[in-house]
């Protein structure tokens, strides 16, 4: 065979083999394009909320709090609660009453209103009470407390006190109310007193027997 005739074999080989390396490239490129379409419908991870990723993880377990609620346009946002005054404890007055305590530093007495009558009435208010015609007589001062309840108050600086033996207490607020606090301690309610309350402060004490003398 000469040189001519072995081209001629050989040549349709090479190109065949030259179609099947075509097809092979053609089909690679078709893949690659069907793969970056297939890629390019899919959502990218990147591309997702950041609140799909927190939702997730379960160290946002916490919600954040609340922003506060501003009224709206137009709108007036509703008045704060306002708190009354207290009233006082009593009324400015005098008051008859047991003392149950003094409080000598902080300047203060808890005291127990009562009711008190004298002479005939004192002896019509026992036999209410139910005491007999004899008890009742011998009562020309009759002390009558039906309401349990205490009211402590504060005591003025320039409270006057006044015992039942005629004597006055000390002008000064701290001795005044020792000395007051000793027939309170020791004889409880062998006296009553007649408070007096000015401006919700007790101003004035005027000690007096409950009971009969003899």
């Given amino acids: 065979m000469g040189i001519h005739d072995l081209d001629q074999a050989v040549t349709p080989r090479r190109s065949r083999r030259n179609i099947m390396l075509g097809a092979g490239a053609l089909a690679l490129v078709l893949a690659t394009i069907g793969t970056m379409a297939a890629l390019a419908d899919k ?9 799909s990723v927190a939702e997730a993880s379960p160290r946002n377990v916490d919600a ?3 922003a506060t609620q501003q ?10 609660t306002i708190s009354t005054p207290t009233s006082p404890v009593v ?14 530093g902080q300047a203060k007495i808890t005291i127990d209103i009562v009711q008190v009558f004298e002479n005939d009435a004192a002896v019509k208010a026992a036999l209410e009470d139910g005491l007999s015609q004899f008890e009742a007589e011998s009562w020309y ?19 006057a006190i006044q015992f039942a033996d005629g004597c006055e207490a000390s002008g000064e607020q701290h001795a005044a109310l020792t000395e007051l606090a000793e027939p309170v301690r020791a004889y409880g309610d062998l006296y009553y007193y007649d408070v007096t309350v000015s401006n ?4 004035q004490i005027t000690q007096h ?3 009969p003398a003899c």
Avoid: C, F, H
């Avoid at 919700?200 to 101003?203: D, F, L, P, R, Y």
């Fill in 71 to 80: 009224p709206a346009s137009g709108q007036v946002a509703p008045n704060p």
């Fill in 64 to 66: 954040a709090p609340a």
């Fill in 91 to 104: 009324a400015d007055g005098t008051y008859p009453a047991y003392i149950d305590k003094v409080y000598v």
């Fill in 209 to 211: 027997l409950a009971q």
């Fill in 43 to 51: 959502p990218s991870l990147a591309a997702r909320p950041a609140s």
């Fill in 141 to 159: 001062i009759y002390i009558r407390n039906e309401n349990p309840q205490l009211r402590t108050l504060p005591v003025a600086s320039d409270v």
């Fill in 200 to 203: 919700g402060k007790i101003n």
